[in-house]
Each structure stands twice: as structure tokens, then as C-alpha cells.
């Protein structure tokens, strides 16, 4: 189109060009191919209009993948689903041929405004008063031995099982394994002696109830076999992982019986029986069994995405929002007692194996009996926004991938998990953690709110050595992690928490506080073992049970300009001495009014050893394990005269070389005691070179039409 130079002045003129202006900067709706699915639909119909809706999820895709086979795409292809409950009793499965492209994705997602739930339960009806106000009703499938669960829902709500304590727990009187050494606790134990009065030999049906054993970092299930009241021991089918101590300093492991029907004595409980296939409830105080809703879980996978690597073939550009998902099962297969750390050995109820460029937006998985989300082989470049995990059994997101040295083509890696909220999860496996990264590298956890849990909120690494590892340069950033451990049920737990070699990964800008723990552990941000070449910058950590900071054994770890605050029992722990430099610990704030302010076995003491420079110089003699300079140490309760360094004095501090620019002076936080760290003007740390933290991005940000937008 031509314009005339001289229209320019013409008002008419001025105000088309300001119409095409705004045309062109106005976002054109885009053309799609649409299919719907509703609950009062048929899959007799052809789905293309809200009149004519599918009733299944299934026909909807059949009909995606019909399209497909008349030719390439040359829209994008959305499936709505309208307002309801979609019941899942296998999993919907998508596979190569359910792919997307870049420019035609094919997504499946709520209709706007509704809620549309894939569920696996199933309802439970057909409720009678058995004795007083205990209800039953009888499952065939239970009986018959193909149906077992550990949750139920009543409105909605999460329900317990019946269990013995009440409250609190029980501890093991005694071991009656042949282990002495406190230090070995990888032995396999079936059986423990128990306090008289604590369990009842004339159970009538023991065999139902199953123990659950809080020890070290690990919650061990197993199915009860016998109580001998002669000997006052307990026995199981099969046997833990874990000697049933707790800790390593002599303490015996606390534990609970569940879904035994003498114990079923409170309002909200539930027993299951195999052999009749009764289901006992005990309803709360206004739930009316004739009109309650009460759901058991049954399917353990809802959504299955499956492609495969190793031939090249992946599923991608798949795309789910606005979903719902609820009431996926699990059970623990004979000889599972849950050993693994992080109950690694618990499924998803979202699998992904060969999948690329595919995505979850704004999903809600409420009330899982599994974890949310795994990662299998082949995964990448997948991206999982604004997502809400609530009340779910175990963790939240795993990423497995393939172990170093294997098949680059199973690599699980570049996968970004952002602006998702974490909370309550745990429920029935407590060891569980909110964002478990495993073989897998260069993902983003970033701006993610995880909060109660009583283990882990994020884990990156799965290699326990300096030997070689796969999780390496991932990045995680700006999450709010708070709550964890709250139930005081496990030890040795980090709000974040790392593994093995990790070049590249980076631990900057998060909020980590209310770290709690049982027996040890408890700390803000946990270095285990092996844990490699880290940067850990720019974080907020505060009120927790232990160190703010922790060391196992580490190398090369880079950790500056953090601010540490109000530990408990202790402000930065090391718990091993290694030949080469652990951390170099520079320009953090350490602030704090209780606890030790260095906790170590050895004391945060140096020891000789050889340093390898380059090819062309003899090794070199050096005695440097840890490097910490330009911080700030305060606790305005004390002068700095009565400040223990590990054992020695200022003077003593600075005469081993270890902090010789460092102060000890007020940071001039803006308020301490509302947990306000930022800086007031003239601090002595912004004279040292301290950077303001800046929190107003951290947590999940509001997001819009699968895109997360940044705060205002």
C-alpha cells in the first residue's frame, strides 16, 4: 500500500493509521481445530461442537489421531473438556502418534471456567450401621484380592486410618537383630521387641494392620505377621531395609500400627479388612452416611506419555491445562518396605518417558495416593507452570533419567518446573520430597512454593561420592520453601538438599525457613555427599532446627552473599575434613541469638595434605580444607569476645588464616524480629560488597493463558 507524504497532516488520514497501528499490535485469535468432551456427551457423536460432545477422553483422542492421518497439521488441534468428573479406571496413554508440532500443538485442557476432573476412585456406597456410630460396607473387589487402598476421602477430605497411639508415637523397647555397631544401620530386621501395653496379642486380625517405622530419614512399612504376647515381640512378612534404631547415637526407632480394628475408637477413622472385604468408618460429627460422598482411591496411573527414545521417537508438543486430577492409588509391591531415600520406590500418577516440548499449565492434582509428576528416560525440554499439588501421599515432582555413563539418548534433562505450589505432601510415605532430581541435568526448579512436608522440599543429585554424577548445571531459583519437617517424624533433611558432583548447578535467590526435624538434621540448605562444584548465592535462610548451612563432605562449593539466620541449635555445621577445599564461604551475613555458631566433628579445623597445581610444578603443600573471609558474624546478645569459633577465640580464628577481612557488627537488618533481612542504608555489609537479596519474585508469580507473567 501506498501513502501520499502529503496525508500525513489529514486528521482522517491520522486516524486510519492509528486503527491499522492498533490492528497490528492487537493479538489475532488463532484458528484451531476443536473437539469436545462432556459428561453427558456420546462418543457416537462427532465431538466438533459443544452440542455434539464426546463422553470419553479416549474417543476424543481417536478422533485427534484420525485427523492426523489425512494429512499433516495445519492448525493447532485443542480438546475441551467441560465441567465434571472424567472416570479413569486405566490410564489415558498417549504415545508417538498423539504428537503435536511446533506450530500445530495439540492440547487438552478445561473448558473456560470449569473444573473437569480425571479421577481414579471410585465411590463407596451401600453404607449400614455395624456398631454404634461405626458404619460399614462391604467391597467384593477387596475381598476377592483385587483391590487394596490407604486413603479415603469423605467430602472431599482426606480421612486416617485407624492407628494406635492416638497421638503421638511409640518407641521400640529393643532390637532383636545382631547388630552392635550404632554406625551400621543397613540391616535387614523383621522383627523388634515392644513395650508391654503397647500392642495387644489378642488382635483379632493383626494381619490386617501394617507398622510404620520412623528411623533415620526413613518411614519403613511393613505388613504385620505375628505378636507374640509371651516375648513381647512384633513381627513382619518381610523385613525393613534399616535397623530399627534412629540416629546414630544409640536412640530406637518410634513407630505407629495402622488399620487394626480394635483401634478404631476416634471420629474420622477407617479400617479395611482382606479377608471380608468390610470397609469400617467411624463419621465425623454431622456426616450423614446416607447422603456423604466417600471415595476410595483404584487407579494408580491417570496419565501415561510414552515415546521411545532409542528409536528416535517421541512424544511431543502435548499439551494438558487446566485439569484436575485426583484419587490415584498406590501400594507398596511384597518386599517394598520403603528403603529407598525420598520414597524413590513410590509411583507417579503422571508418567513421562520419551517425551519432548510437551507441557502441563495450570493443573490441580489433589488427593493422590502416589507422587504428582515422574520423569522417566528420554525427557526433555518439557515444561510443568503453575500447577497445584496438594494433599497427596507422597512428593511432588521426580526426574529420574539415565544413570552417568549410560545411553545419551535416555538423557533426562533441560526440563524446567516453575510456579507450581507444593503443599501438604508427604502424607503417607513422610519421606517423600516436594522436587526430587535425580540423573538428570540442566532443569530449572525456579519460583515454586513447597511447604509442608516432612522431608526434603528440593533434592538434586543422586550419586553418594566424588565418582562421576549426571545431575549437573541445573539451576534452582526463587522458590519459597517453608515447613518442613513439621510432624518431627524424620531426620537428616534439608529444605534444599544436594548430591555429588554438580558442575554448573546453581542454588541463588531462595527463601528457605522453618526447618525442623527429629533426632538431627534440619537444616536450611544440606551439602551431602560428594556434593560438587555448587554456587550457592543470594539466599534468604532462617529458624531452623539445626545449621542454617551444612556440609557433609563436599568440594569446591561456592557460597557467598547469603544471609544465615537464627538457627536454633546452630548456625553452619561441617560434619567431615577432606583433603582439598570444601568451600569458599565469602561475603554471607551470619546473624544469630541461640545455638552454636560453628558445629563440627573436627572442629572447622584445617589438616596437611598435597595440591596438585598443573603439569609443569611438584605438588604443592598446603593445609586449606575451607576458605571464609569478608562476612559478617553477629548476635546481638553477645560481644564479640564471648563468641565461640569452633573452640577458639577471634584472635585464634584469625590466627589460622580464616576470616581476616570478615566483621563482627550489626547488619542493620530492617527488622530481625518480623524477618524483614533487607538493609538499612549505611549497613556495614553494602561497605563490604554485600548485594540487597532481592525476594519480590520468589514463589510462584501470577500466571495467564500458559504463560507466567511477572509480578507487578
Known sequence: MYFDPNMRSNSKFALITAALLLMLASPVARAEIRFYVAPSGSDAQNGTSPAQPFLTVQRAQQ??????????????????????????????????????????????????????????????????????????????????????????????????????????????????????SQRSYQVASDSFVFNTGDLDPKWKHPENGEAIIYHYWTDTHLPIKAIDGKRNVISFGYPSGKVFRDGFEGDLARYVVEN?????????????????????????????????????????????????????????????????????????????????????????????????????????????????????????????????????????????????????????????????????????????????????????????????GDYTGISVGWSWSYLRSAARGNRIEQNHIHDIGYNNLLSDMGGIYTLGLSPGTVISNNLVHDVNANRYGGWGIYTDEGSTSILIENNIVYHTKFGTFNIHYAKDLVVRNNIFALGRLQQLSRSKRDPHTTVYFEGNIIYWTQGRLLADEYKWQDEPYKIYVNPYTQPRDTSVTFVSDWNIFYNPDKPRAAVDFSGRTWEQWLAEGKDHHSIYADPMFVDPGRFDFRLKPGSPALKLGFRQIDLSQVGPRPCCDGKVQPKQ
Not at 534433562?413 to 535425580?438: E, F, H, Q, R
Request: aromatic share 10%; hydrophobic share 35%.
Open 63 to 180: 478422533a485427534v489421531r484420525e485427523l492426523k492421518q489425512r494429512g499433516p497439521l495445519t492448525e493447532p488441534v485443542t480438546v475441551y473438556l467441560s465441567e465434571g468428573v472424567y472416570p479413569i479406571s486405566e490410564a489415558l496413554k498417549f504415545t508417538p502418534e498423539d504428537s503435536g508440532t511446533e506450530t500445530c500443538p495439540i492440547t487438552y485442557k478445561a473448558a473456560q471456567g470449569e473444573k473437569a476432573l480425571l479421577s481414579g476412585g471410585r465411590k463407596v456406597t451401600g453404607w449400614k450401621r455395624y456398631k454404634g456410630n461405626i458404619w460399614v460396607a462391604t467391597l467384593p473387589e477387596v475381598q476377592a484380592g483385587e483391590w487394596w487402598f490407604r486413603q479415603l476421602y469423605v467430602n472431599g477430605n482426606l480421612r486416617g486410618r485407624a492407628r494406635t497411639p492416638n497421638q503421638g508415637v511409640f518407641e521400640v523397647k529393643a532390637t532383636t537383630d545382631t547388630t552392635t
Open 260 to 452: 487394626i480394628y480394635e483401634a478404631l475408637d476416634l471420629p474420622g477413622e477407617w479400617v479395611l479388612e482382606r479377608s471380608t472385604g468390610r470397609l469400617f468408618y467411624m463419621p465425623l460429627s454431622g456426616e450423614d452416611m446416607a447422603s456423604a460422598e466417600v471415595i476410595a482411591p483404584a487407579t494408580e496411573e491417570l496419565i501415561s506419555i510414552k515415546g521411545d527414545p532409542l528409536n528416535g521417537k517421541f512424544v511431543e508438543y502435548l499439551n494438558f491445562e487446566g485439569l484436575g486430577l485426583a484419587y490415584s492409588n498406590f501400594n507398596l509391591p511384597w518386599g517394598d518396605c520403603n528403603n529407598a531415600q525420598g520414597s524413590a520406590s513410590v509411583s507417579a500418577c503422571v508418567n513421562l518417558s520419551g517425551a519432548r516440548n510437551c507441557s502441563f499449565d495450570r493443573c490441580s492434582l489433589r488427593n493422590l495416593g502416589t507422587f504428582g509428576f515422574e520423569l522417566f528416560d528420554g525427557c526433555t525440554f518439557n515444561r510443568f507452570t503453575c500447577n497445584t499439588l496438594e494433599q497427596i501421599a507422597a512428593g511432588g515432582f521426580r526426574l529420574r533419567g539415565v544413570e552417568p555413563g549410560g545411553n545419551p539418548a535416555l538423557r533426562t534433562g533441560n526440563n524446567t518446573i516453575s510456579d507450581n505450589t507444593i503443599g501438604y505432601y508427604g502424607l503417607t510415605y513422610p519421606s517423600a520430597v516436594g522436587v526430587l532430581v535425580m540423573h538428570s541435568d540442566c532443569n530449572t526448579v525456579a519460583h515454586n512454593l513447597i511447604h509442608h
